[in-house]
C-alpha cells in the first residue's frame, strides 16, 4: 500500500492528497469544494472532539446550536465581520423548486418562491448569536454568558485542499459575553492556552503562541491571539485563533446590561474557534513516506493485533491469549483491534496498519505461544522487539505514552531548527525560498511595508509572538526603527 504513495520529497502536495485517500480519511464529493469525511478520518476528529469539549467544558463554558442560516440584515449589522466575509458566502434567495415546463423531468427553482430577506449560510455565527444574546443578556447577573457550539460552516473557497480549506468544514466556535473589558481579554487569552495545550499535549504538534497583526486578525477583531504550528514541508498553520472583539458586536446588536450601579453598559465579547483542518495539521507534523503517524492519544485504533496461524484450531488457541490481553488493555483505557480477518494474509494487514497510522501493532503466531512471546511494532520509529507475554498490558501502556512524548519531541526539534534569525532582507528571501520554517525577523508595524514583504516573498506574519523580547532593531525591509521581533513564514 505505501509503495505506492508519493514520496514527501518529490511532491509534498500530492503526498499529502494521496495519503488522505489511500488511508480512507476523507474523499472529495460531488459537490464543489467540499469533502466526505469517512469513518476513519471522522473517528480522529471524534476524539479531538471528546478532548476539545472536555477542556472547554472544565473551563465554565457550556454547548449551545444556532441556525445555519442567517438573515442579510443580521449579517450586514457589524460592518467590519460582514465586508471581511462577503466574498465567501454562499446566499439562499428561494424556497422551493418546481416542475420545469421547457424541460420534462427537470426541476427549476419557482420564481414565485422567492424569500422576501436573502439568508446567508453562516460563514461564522457571529450575527446570529449575538442577536440571540440580545434576548439573553438584561443584566450584569446574566453574565459572564460562555457558550459553544459544534457546527458546520460554508466559506465558498475557491481553491481546496481536503481538510485544509474546503468550501464547507466542521468546527466548534466559542462566543462570550462579559461585564469587562479585562475580562473579555482575559478570556480570550485562556481560550488561546487550551488550544495550546490540545494541541501540545493531544496532538504532539508543538505550537507558537503569538497576536496576529492588524491586516491578519480575524474581520471584527480588536485583536486576535493565534496558535501557529509548523509543518514538515517548512510551511506554517494557523492551527486555531481567540478573538477578542471589544464592544463591536454588542454595539451593533444593541447588547446592553444593567451594572450593579444600575447603569445600561455594553457587554464584552469573544469568539474562538477550530475546525478539521486539525486532521491536516496532524497529518503534515507527524507522517511519513510510508503513511499516516498517529499520536496515541487521538488515534481510532491505539493497538492492532494480528494473528499469524495455519488453521482454525490455531487461531482459537492465539484468540484465546490476545482476549485476555484486549481485556486488560480495555480496562486501561486502550483502543484494541484484534484483526483475525481471513480475507487478507498477516504481511497485508501489517501494511495496512502502517499505512493508517496505528501506534502499535502486536503480531502472535504458533511459536510466539510456545515461547510466551509476541512481537511488537511501534509506528513512530519502525521498530520491532520481541517481547513477554508477562506484563504485556503494561508495557503497552508505557510504549503508547513512550511514542507520544517521542513524536512531541522530534517535532519540536524540527521546528526549533527551523526558526531562522535574520537581519538583512537578502537574508530573509534566502531562509523563505530554500529552508523555509519561520523567520524571525524585525518589522516596523506598518500594513504597508507587510502587504510588501507578502508581494514579494509570499511569506506572512504569522504572529507576534507572546514572548517576544523588547529589542532595539532595524526593519528587515525598511531600515525604520523596530521594537521586537515577528515571525514570517509561508503559510497554509
Known amino acids: 500500500m505505501s509503495k505506492k504513495l508519493t514520496k514527501r520529497a518529490e511532491d509534498y502536495s500530492k503526498w499529502y492528497n494521496e495519503l488522505i485517500i489511500k488511508a480512507d480519511l476523507a474523499e472529495n464529493s460531488a459537490v464543489r469544494g467540499c469533502m466526505v469525511i469517512k469513518p476513519y478520518g ?22 449551545a446550536y444556532f441556525p445555519l442560516f442567517v438573515p442579510k440584515s443580521l449579517f450586514e449589522a457589524e460592518e467590519k465581520n460582514a465586508e471581511g466575509f462577503a466574498k465567501e458566502c454562499a446566499v439562499v434567495t428561494h424556497y422551493r423548486l418546481q416542475n420545469d415546463p421547457d424541460n420534462q423531468g427537470k426541476l427549476r427553482v419557482d420564481p414565485e418562491a422567492k424569500l422576501e430577506e436573502e439568508l446567508i449560510v453562516r460563514p461564522t455565527s457571529e450575527a446570529i448569536i449575538w442577536n440571540t444574546y440580545k434576548g439573553w443578556i438584561q443584566s450584569h447577573r446574566d453574565l459572564p454568558l460562555l457558550i459553544n457550539q459544534w457546527a458546520n460552516v ?25 461585564t469587562t473589558e479585562a475580562e473579555a481579554i482575559e478570556e480570550s487569552k485562556q481560550m488561546q492556552e487550551v488550544y495550546a495545550e490540545f494541541a501540545e499535549k493531544f496532538m504532539a504538534m508543538p505550537v507558537i503562541k503569538g497576536a496576529k497583526s492588524e491586516s491578519e486578525r480575524f474581520a471584527g ?61 496532524l497529518i503534515m507534523t507527524h507522517s511519513d513516506d510510508f503513511g499516516l503517524v498517529l499520536p496515541p492519544r487521538l488515534a481510532p485504533i491505539q493497538v492492532a493485533i494480528v494473528p499469524i496461524y495455519k ?21 486501561k483505557g486502550v483502543s484494541v483491534k484484534f484483526d483475525h480477518r481471513d480475507t487478507l494474509r498477516p504481511g497485508a494487514k501489517f501494511a495496512e496498519y502502517e499505512l493508517k497510522g496505528v501506534p502499535v501493532r502486536v503480531a502472535v503466531g504458533n511459536r510466539d505461544l510456545e515461547n510466551n512471546t509476541v512481537e511488537v511494532a511501534r509506528r513512530d520509529t519502525l521498530e520491532k522487539q520481541t517481547v513477554s507475554q508477562d506484563g504485556l498490558s503494561d508495557y503497552i501502556l508505557e510504549l503508547l505514552e513512550e511514542i507520544q512524548t517521542n513524536l512531541f519531541e522530534r517535532s519540536v526539534a524540527y521546528r526549533d531548527d527551523h526558526i531562522t534569525e535574520v537581519d538583512s532582507f537578502e537574508e530573509f528571501k534566502e531562509v523563505i525560498e530554500n529552508k523555509g520554517g519561520f523567520v524571525s525577523a524585525h518589522w516596523d508595524g506598518t500594513i504597508e511595508t507587510e502587504d510588501k514583504i507578502k508581494e514579494l516573498t509570499k511569506a506572512t506574519i504569522r504572529c507576534i509572538p507572546n514572548d517576544a523580547k523588547q529589542e532595539e532593531g532595524k526593519c528587515v525591509l525598511t531600515g525604520s526603527k523596530s521594537g521586537k521581533r515577528v515571525l514570517f513564514a509561508k503559510a497554509y
Open 311 to 331: 488453521g482454525e484450531e490455531q487461531l482459537n488457541m492465539i484468540s484465546e491469549k490476545v482476549d485476555v490481553l484486549v481485556k486488560e488493555l480495555h480496562a
Open 154 to 178: 460554508v466559506r465558498w473557497e475557491m481553491r481546496t485542499r481536503l481538510f485544509l480549506r474546503t468550501a464547507e468544514f466542521l468546527w466548534q466556535e466559542g462566543h462570550t459575553a462579559h
Open 42 to 63: 471522522f473517528a480522529i476528529w471524534e476524539n479531538m472532539q471528546k478532548e476539545l469539549d472536555r477542556m472547554f467544558k472544565e473551563t465554565g463554558h457550556v454547548n
Open 221 to 281: 477583531a480588536l485583536e486576535t491571539y493565534t496558535i501557529e504550528a509548523l509543518m514538515q514541508d517548512g510551511k506554517a498553520l494557523q492551527a486555531g485563533t481567540s478573538h477578542f472583539l471589544g464592544q463591536n458586536f454588542a454595539k451593533a446588536f444593541d447588547v446592553k446590561y444593567t451594572s450593579k450601579e444600575g447603569k445600561q453598559e455594553y457587554v464584552w465579547a469573544t469568539s474562538w474557534g477550530v475546525s478539521t483542518r486539525l486532521i491536516g495539521g
